[in-house]
């Protein structure tokens, strides 16, 4: 579970290439924002594959500096390093494909009468900002889901140096523009700025048009402020916080205890628990058979190994809020450890506590409710479905839940199923919160504070949308328009159009099929 | 162009069926929320044409008491009626046709390993405010496109109601429930509140889950700030003001000054110039060919009937607004009339104002870039395309731009139209900014303030996605999923689906095709 406990953050040896002031970097990617549209889909498609290709050819060094850097071990952070590179080649999938442009064509009245087309399709925003988190240096930082989005879409991205781990966003970066300069693009399509104040001067510029976040509920929210408070508003997208239940039905608990004990345990443990998707508050019946699950799970995290975390902020956090929580009337510790050392840089115990279901029922604003980033959940047992229901409903939106189902729990699952999805992302059936797999179907977001912008993704496809809007040409003739649009002048019936579009209400297929 | 004077905006004798206190209203809206849902498509489909039926059942008293409170004349109003009762109809076939509901599925990795099936669908969001705008008593009030697209997703709606036409608002009401409960849905599936203080009361709700606006900048931004600083921010789908480009280049001015005359004129006076599609700004050559246009413009503007406007306070804010800019340093009157009367209810002559191009590329704050409401424009000339692109480039986002093209403007228009497209979200080619079609590929936003929500719009089968929000499940069994999502269990070639989806990428066509 734990990486090599070295945390040699040390700064940059020199300023990289691609760190600009704030003033500098926007202006930069402002330039950049035509040329960017101008490679076309299959351009911004051949960027994204030489993208990946960089990351992957640097994976060594890349993954040894991050591992210096969060101590989340080389092996791990291999991993991401491919997750992140076949993230940027999905979107390169879904270039091709095209339906994301949403092209509509309006060419006659109900009753048939003719009229000069209307032609909707999604344009790229502009420049945009991408915060990365502490806690994924790859999939969710300089070159990740965020970046890889923006650019398909045809947004310059501006990144925010993230400060526990610079060296690795560095040598991302120099990646990232070395494939650009390679595939024919300019090296500016993603830039850097650097410091807190930078962040905020950042999301402030005229000339950023949305800013894409992933990190802490405190900063997400200040930074969602400034970009509703700016004379003109830009979206935020900010995943910031989420406590994720898990829900374990009576049949469940009573046919598969030692299954449900590594999954929930797989649940809290991931990479130290700090994952946004670690499951924080785990719903467990009372009586023998929710015992025999507690019993295993215990056993599990006892046996854990002791994760070294992201930094020192996260360490004193978790250190701190594990020891809040313990202490409130109405909650036990399931696990007893030797205190954690006071070196930042040494591992901490897992903890599991306990509580009944109607200590969330009765206080919602209890600090039970609110993450504690690291390997920590609260196993939450209930009474009956009314108990269960009532502390579900008490919670705020997340970004994932899952439900542990046996044969005779069905009339209970389809009862909780709506309340479930009322708030959550993703709601997932008979298996662990962590392990999101990135698709054509994937959603990773929900209600505040799961997401700031619940009708959006920041992983999978559909996430390419939150860069676009939409523009409607009315009677502009075909040879004044992209190749996309040049459609709906009456010879639809000819041949394969460029892409998957709708003429007068009607789908139409694109000149091919692109699978995953 | 203007209806008759009367402007009888007497308050109601009684309280409206349907009209509540705020808190009443959102828990009605909330418990109605999972009922509307349960309607499936099919039943909101219903829903919306027995609304349809009822609106234009009672059209005639709609009609005349609308003209009462906003003396836009019943021939105009009649037409409203029909246009928001087709768009009821519309979003019907949405309904029917179902791929907005965006369904994908993903059942195995890249190199075809299957796992457990992956399902993202959008769901509604819940209970939701409309603030209807004071010059389309029906197309965007009560019954507008916000409440049929909010309906036609599953959320329920509680509407603001309009102070300058509140007894148009009550009938409206009246008609909707009374096809609800028709068509065998609870009548609250729409509820209203009265009062300044209730719109503040109601975007502050818990209960509330978003906004749509039609309105001012000013009470819009209100609004808005009020939505972004709740605990759990809501999205604000506002549509607040905009000063609509339209541009007239050398050749187009040269071959056809007469039909520019009228459709420019038909830009500015249609309405009374009270639609936010006006075309504010209208950028004419300098030289011969622009003066000719200047000259037929003058003359149709000079002989056109002067409007009764909706309410003492765009009267209030119209007589002023023109006085001001007509004070300007720079800017000429073109129009001479008698002065406006001051009675609330006296019509107010049409005005047109000239400056050159200059003018707003020195002062983008100019106050000429704000939109003046009512049968007003200023024309601008302009010396060359450098110059024209200068003063473009300072303004503000808006709805909709018009470029007026002749044959030898080709190359003009195509440097124009990105620069155009930037911040509108319509551009129109050689016709009048007014007089906006609702169909599949109708996109009616902006950037700010057009809208303070870009990637969405407030009119058109688009419109149903602001009130939806995505969710995933995975590895749910297709028995406890709703129909449109049970498929992608592998035997997706055997027959038709309910819905067209993606599965691992590939677009498949739903049971039929459904036409405008």
């Known amino acids: 579970m734990s990486g090599p406990a070295t945390h040699t953050g040390a700064p940059h040896t020199a ?10 970097a926007t202006a930069r990617a402002a330039r950049t924002a035509p040329l960017l549209a101008a490679l076309g889909r299959a351009g911004r ?70 009229f000069p087309p209307v032609r909707r399709w999604l344009v790229p925003r502009g420049p945009v900002a991408v915060f990365g988190a502490s806690n994924f240096p790859f999939a969710y930082g300089v070159a990740g889901g965020d970046t890889a989005s923006a650019l398909a879409a045809g947004c310059p991205v501006v990144a925010k140096e993230h400060p526990s781990h610079p060296r690795t ?16 693009a300019p090296a500016d399509v993603v830039t850097m700025v650097s410091g807190f104040r930078a962040g905020i001067d950042l ?34 997208y900010g995943e910031l916080g989420s406590v994720n239940p898990a829900v374990v039905l009576p049949a469940a608990a009573r046919d598969r205890p030692a299954a449900l004990a590594r999954v929930l345990a797989d649940s809290v443990l991931t990479r130290g628990g700090q994952v946004c998707t670690k ?25 854990a190994a002791w994760p070294v975390l992201l930094n020192p902020s996260i360490r004193a956090a978790y250190v701190l809020g594990t020891a809040e929580r313990a202490a409130l009337p109405g909650v036990r510790v399931l696990t007893r450890h030797r205190p954690a050392g006071t070196n930042p840089a040494d591992p901490v115990p897992p903890v599991l506590l306990t509580t009944g279901a109607a200590t969330l029922r009765d206080d919602p604003e209890s600090v039970l409710t ?24 008490a919670l705020a939106p997340s970004l994932v839940c899952a439900l542990h189902a046996g044969d005779t729990d069905a009339d209970t699952a389809r009862a909780l199923l709506p309340l479930l999805a009322a708030g959550a992302g993703r709601v997932v059936w008979n298996d662990a919160t962590c392990g999101l797999r990135v698709g054509w179907a994937t ?31 009315q009677g502009v003739p075909a040879g004044f328009l992209p190749d996309e649009l040049r459609t709906g002048d009456g010879n639809e019936g000819a041949g394969p159009h460029t892409v998957p579009f709708r003429l007068d209400g009607v789908p139409l297929p694109g000149p091919g099929r692109t699978n995953r």
Request: aromatic share 6%; hydrophobic share 45%.
């Open 279 to 303: 499951a924080g508050l785990l719903f467990l019946p009372e009586g023998a058979d929710g015992d025999a699950v507690l019993e295993a799970l215990s056993a599990r995290v006892a046996e």
């Open 169 to 184: 966003c560095a040598l991302v970066l120099a990646a990232l523009r070395r494939a650009a300069t390679g595939a024919g």
């Open 203 to 236: 999301v402030r510029s005229p000339q950023l048009t949305a800013v894409g976040f992933t990190g802490s509920v405190g900063g997400g929210r200040a930074l969602f402020d400034l970009c509703a408070a700016r004379p003109s508003p830009i979206p935020f």
């Open 370 to 393: 609110e993450e504690c980033f690291g390997p920590c959940a609260v196993v939450v047992r209930y009474r009956d479905t009314e108990d269960l229901t009532a502390a579900l409903t």
């Open 45 to 114: 498609s051949r960027l994204l594959a030489a993208m990946a290709d960089a990351l992957w050819a640097d994976r060594e060094r890349l993954a040894a500096t991050a591992d210096e850097e969060t101590a989340l071990g080389v092996p791990v952070l291999l991993a991401e390093i491919a997750r992140t590179a076949d993230q940027l080649r999905l979107f390169g999938r879904v270039l091709d494909e095209g339906s994301y442009l949403g092209v509509a064509v309006d060419t006659r009245t109900a009753d048939g009468t003719a």
């Open 443 to 473: 959603q990773h977001g929900g209600g505040y504070p799961a997401s700031t912008d619940s009708a959006t993704t920041s992983v999978g496809a559909a996430a390419i949308g939150r860069w676009l809007r939409p523009v409607a040409y």
């Open 15 to 24: 300023t990289p290439d691609g760190l600009y002031e704030v003033t500098e």
